[in-house]
């Protein structure tokens, strides 16, 4: 465990190492230790027996002794990594000696509170704790935007010891007084990179003013950008760092392709590329929500069983689009960068970009979805002619030069086309194509019309598109983390301080 604990770097909160200047916190060199186990940790025997795994992975086996010491740690892990249990496991035994089978809400203050972006990851996170803790009589709650906030009321009220939210509804249940977080000692802000692009700062900067200073903070980051650093450095004491594979790089076991293709032939590629390679389930990434419902309805029509997941689901058909692509009832989820975080399916053996990511870190994230837990994967992305500043920046953040191959489609199914580019303000760019050969004698076939697509199109009021708002938006040079905060953001949640005019300083 001491040399597993060795493996971490030790960051001074004033001069935090960057990332990725810091050594890889790597297993020993030969002979290869094997992995260790859960049973070899001080762990209590009712967290033990609710733990169905007998080995730890890596980011498990270098933070939970750490969290364990009562340390602060910066962890480098994407979803799939074992991350909640990771934090989750350690928190539950340090609460253990305040567990109690009482009816009492006094008796079950908030102690641990875990912040996290999307309403999926939150759920995923809860689900995970609710099982580690289902042996004890600790007890946990998840909440998030888009629900009635009734049912979560009332869970609130009766008490619970982890308390897993999305920033803005935890800020509405505060401000209604459906919590008192006076007790917390331990905050986890999971997928920290994410709520920083959501644009959650202001709101993360508010929650924290009011939880007691003196607590344990465990911040978890794919990424590593500058301002995932500050936000360390503002409130981590004397962090830790720990990873497990350097930050931003893709997984080494994900083989990655990118093909030239045009807005006509990306869905004939996908459908090939699934059907030469026999793949039974894959995400499709689209960037927009309009673009995930229209894509789905054509994969449909193609015979796949898909389904889209997007912010203008409402909350209770985007749980129900998850589960049954979880339960294999569904082959395509076509999805948007909120699918991106949170999702976890075991063995996933492709994702496509459909689109190349606005945010170069999105790309990471996204084909973080396959090659999971070790197994080998697919991520094939679609480039078109206008996506050369994407792919530019995708190079520089995974530090690897893109090679673009032509893809062999099967069937010759449209006339020669010559495309071109039109840039759009903002950087965003369409491509349009034209036929160029002479109109022939045989009619064009008329397109199916689709009278969902003839509509306006309008938000769906019940759905909080808050992160997917500002995931689509496209990184504008010089906008830091917490620019352009979403509409949805209530003006009074704003607060003015930066991070860097915080000057907050522990010692
Ligand atoms: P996470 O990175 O926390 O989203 O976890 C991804 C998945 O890995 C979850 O389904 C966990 O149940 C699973 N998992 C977590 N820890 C382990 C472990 N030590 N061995 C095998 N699977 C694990």
Not at 146 to 165: D, R, S
Not at 195 to 207: S, T
Not at 211 to 237: C, D, H, N, V
Request: aromatic share 6%; glycine share 6%; proline share 7%.
């Amino acid at each position: 465990m001491q040399q597993q604990a060795d493996n971490a770097q030790p960051m001074n909160s004033n001069t935090l190492v960057p990332a990725a200047s810091a050594e890889v916190a790597s297993g020993p060199s030969a002979p290869e230790a094997p992995p260790a186990r859960f049973d070899t940790l001080p762990l209590d025997a009712k967290l033990l027996a609710a733990i169905e795994y007998p080995t730890m992975s890596p980011i498990q086996a270098k933070a939970i002794p750490l969290v364990l010491e009562g340390r602060d740690v910066m962890g480098a892990a994407q979803t799939g990594t074992g991350k909640t249990a990771a934090f989750s496991i350690p928190l539950l035994q340090k609460m253990m000696k305040h567990e109690n089978a009482s009816m009492s809400p006094a008796r079950h203050p908030v102690r641990a509170l875990v912040l996290a972006p999307t309403r999926e990851l939150a759920v995923q996170v809860a689900a995970n704790i609710k099982k580690y803790a289902s042996k004890s009589n600790l007890r946990s709650a998840v909440v998030f935007g888009g629900m009635n906030m009734k049912e979560q009321t009332i869970e609130l009220k009766a008490g619970v010891e982890v308390l897993v939210a999305t920033p803005g509804r935890l800020l509405d249940h505060i401000e209604a007084k459906n919590c008192n977080l006076s007790q917390v000692e331990y905050v986890v802000l999971d997928e920290a990179d994410r709520m920083l692009d959501i644009g959650f700062l202001p709101d993360l900067q508010r929650i924290l003013s009011y939880l007691p200073k003196q607590r344990q903070t465990l911040l978890f980051s794919a990424t590593f950008s500058t301002e995932i650093k500050k936000l360390a450095q503002s409130y981590l004491q004397d962090p830790i760092l720990v990873e497990t594979a350097r930050p931003n790089e893709t997984a080494a076991n994900v083989e990655q392709r990118f093909y030239r293709a045009d807005d006509d032939s990306k869905r004939l590629i996908i459908r090939q590329i699934l059907r030469d390679r026999a793949i039974t389930q894959s995400i499709v990434f689209v960037n927009s929500k309009l673009g995930a419902a229209r894509l789905a309805r054509s994969f449909e029509r193609d015979g796949l069983r898909t389904t889209a997941l997007h912010g203008d689901k409402s909350q209770d058909e985007r749980l129900k689009a998850l589960d049954a692509f979880k339960r294999g009832e569904v082959d395509l989820l076509v999805a948007t960068d909120v699918a991106a975080r949170g999702i976890d399916i075991a063995a996933l053996p492709a994702v496509f970009n459909f689109d190349i990511p606005f945010n170069a870190e999105d790309y990471v994230h996204r084909i973080g979805r396959t090659g999971r837990a070790g197994a080998s994967g697919l991520a094939v992305s679609l480039v078109t002619g206008s996506d050369a500043r994407l792919m530019t920046d995708i190079e520089k953040l995974i530090k690897k030069k893109i090679d673009v191959e032509t893809f062999a489609l099967e069937v010759e199914r449209r006339p020669e086309r010559a495309s071109f580019t039109r840039e759009r303000q903002g950087g965003d760019s369409e491509s349009y194509s034209r036929d160029v050969r002479p109109v022939r004698s045989a009619p064009r076939r008329s397109q199916p019309v689709d009278p969902f697509f003839d509509k306006p199109y309008e938000p769906d009021p019940s759905a909080d598109p808050v992160w997917e708002d500002k995931a689509a938006t496209p990184t504008m040079p010089g906008a830091g983390a917490g620019a352009g905060v979403s509409r949805l953001i209530k003006p009074k949640r704003k607060v003015a301080a930066l991070l860097c005019g915080l000057g907050i300083t522990r010692s």
